[in-house]
């Protein structure tokens, strides 16, 4: 059976732009590919290469699962699983590093960014941290992997580490492609229309989480950054504001822009960001419903050990095939 797999980082809430331009790629793709199995899973040991609260990481872990379920990944359709549960991700991580060149990590942007903004220590774990993605990969075989542009550098090394495992070891590996979401629209901020709205901008009127109340909703909504033309038309260039606000119309009510444009033809900003308001609060209340029911449910925990379970069967299975090809312990 062909295999898709993502790890998503348990940092910050969810807002509207990783939900229409990622989460619902994923609920689209679980049925629209009836014949692939899907593996996704929470990456709680990668959220650890810098400092977190015990509290807010558990919380944040549960939050993020729930929330995914509750915005349609269906738990028959997806093995759902938390990393940190499935032991072989780490160990196949130590493996791969003795198959990694230091000079190939020291080349990933993101650890370049990342090590250049920190204040305090640098930890291996963050240096390190691609080892522990190919491996999050490498044990799957997956057909694809659906990532953020972003991601793109660490999928590579993980195809160069995955073939050199395979010249040495005699095919271990299958090397994976990435899927990068071209399609899903990029979602900007509301207070700042040319950023891509984000869940580490410390302004918090620049986004809408799924977890916001409906008063918050429409605030924001209503608050958002425009211009002073006052029509409803489409031209991201010079228009940034209401084109964005038009793309997440679009999206979530299944609209073209030539569509919205007529409708609000004769209309403005009011009447416009009144029903965008209510339009992305009728989207979000089964969403936020369906995570109040789930996230103290035992639902939601047997969700998990169904997803661990499925993991550590195929993940501890390729483990000991490259233990065994490596000559490590005993024959298995
Ligand atoms: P992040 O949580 O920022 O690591 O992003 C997770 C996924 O959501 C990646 O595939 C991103 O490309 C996507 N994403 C995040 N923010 C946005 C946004 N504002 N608009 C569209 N997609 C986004
Ligand atoms: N590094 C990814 C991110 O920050 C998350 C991730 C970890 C991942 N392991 C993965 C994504 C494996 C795809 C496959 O978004």
Redesign the pocket.
């Known amino acids: 059976m062909k295999r898709i797999l993502s790890g998503?980082?348990p940092?910050?809430s969810?807002?509207?732009?990783?939900y229409?331009?990622?989460?619902k790629?994923f609920v689209k793709l679980q049925d629209e590919l009836p014949d692939y199995e899907f593996f996704i899973f929470i990456a709680d040991l990668h959220a650890i290469t810098v400092y977190k609260d015990k509290q807010e990481l558990r919380k944040l872990i549960r939050e993020l699962a729930a929330l995914y379920i509750a915005c349609g990944l269906r738990p028959e359709r997806v093995n759902l699983f938390i990393q940190s549960e499935v032991p072989a991700h780490a160990q196949m991580a130590y493996l791969l590093q003795c198959n990694a060149y230091i000079g190939e990590l020291e080349r990933m942007t993101q650890y370049k960014d990342k090590s250049k903004k920190q204040e305090t220590g640098v930890t291996v774990g963050l240096f390190t941290y691609p080892t522990l993605m190919a491996a999050d990969i490498l044990l799957y075989d997956p057909d694809f992997v659906?990532?953020?542009?972003?991601?793109k550098q660490h999928l590579e090394l993980t195809r160069d580490i995955a073939q050199r495992v395979n010249n040495k070891y005699n095919d271990i590996f299958t090397v994976p492609e990435p899927l990068i979401?071209e399609v899903?629209?990029?979602?900007?901020?509301l207070t700042d229309p040319t950023a891509?709205?984000?869940?580490?901008d410390a302004n918090e009127k620049s986004?809408i989480n799924l977890l916001d109340p409906e008063h918050i909703i429409k605030k924001r909504i209503r608050s958002a950054v425009t211009d002073s033309l006052g029509t409803i038309t489409y031209d991201p260039e010079k228009r940034p504001g209401i084109s964005n606000l038009m793309t997440i119309y679009s999206l979530i009510g299944n609209k073209s822009f030539d569509e919205i444009e007529a409708m609000y033809a004769d209309k403005g900003y009011k009447e416009f960001k009144d029903d965008l308001g209510e339009l992305i609060y009728q989207e979000l209340k089964p969403i936020q419903d369906r995570y109040n029911e789930l996230i103290n449910s035992k639902e939601l925990d047997d969700i998990f050990d169904k997803g661990r379970d499925a993991a550590y069967k195929v993940s501890q299975k390729k483990l000991f095939k490259l233990m065994n090809r490596i000559g490590l312990g005993r024959k298995r």
């Open positions: 998503i980082q940092t910050g969810l807002n509207i732009g990783t229409l331009g990622s989460v790629n659906p990532v953020g542009r972003d991601q979401a899903g629209a990029k979602i900007n901020s891509k709205m984000s869940k580490s986004r």
